[in-house]
C-alpha cells in the first residue's frame, strides 16, 4: 500500500505560482505512476498531469501545457506539481494518486489540498 500526503496549496493572484508536494511512504515509490488530478467545486474529479516510475516521461491535459511542470524524487518519496501562470480555472482541490496500473479502483489518493486562484 501506498499512503499519500499533499500539502504546499493557498491562495494565489491570477498570474502567480505555487509549488505542491506529496509525500510517499512504503519502499515501492519507484513503482508507481505519479499524478494529480483537480477537483473544481461542484464538479468532478479530472486528471491534471502524471509523471512515469522512471520520471523520464509526462502527460498532461491541454489546459496546463507550458504552464504546470510534474517532477519526482524517488530517493525521498516525493513528487512535486509547479504550477506557473496560475488562472483563476486552476481553483480546486488538488490530490496526488499513485498506480502501477490505471485510475481506477486501484489507485492510492491522498486527502487533498486547495488551491485557489483569484482573479
Do not use: H
Request: aromatic letters at 10%; hydrophobic letters at 35%.
Amino acid at each position: 500500500q501506498v499512503q499519500l500526503v499533499e500539502s504546499g496549496g493557498g491562495l494565489v493572484q491570477a498570474g502567480g505560482s505555487l509549488r505542491l508536494s506529496c509525500a510517499a511512504s512504503g519502499r515501492t515509490f519507484s513503482r508507481y505512476v505519479m499524478g494529480w488530478f483537480r477537483q473544481a467545486p461542484g464538479k468532478e474529479r479530472v486528471f491534471v498531469i502524471a509523471i512515469s516510475e522512471s520520471g523520464r516521461g509526462t502527460q498532461y491535459t491541454d489546459s496546463v501545457k507550458g504552464r504546470f511542470t510534474i517532477s519526482r524524487n524517488n530517493a525521498k518519496n516525493m513528487v512535486y506539481l509547479q504550477m506557473n501562470s496560475l488562472k483563476p480555472e486552476d481553483t480546486g482541490v488538488y490530490y496526488c494518486a499513485a498506480t502501477i496500473k490505471d485510475w481506477g479502483t486501484s489507485a492510492y489518493w491522498g486527502q487533498g489540498t486547495q488551491v485557489t486562484v483569484s482573479s
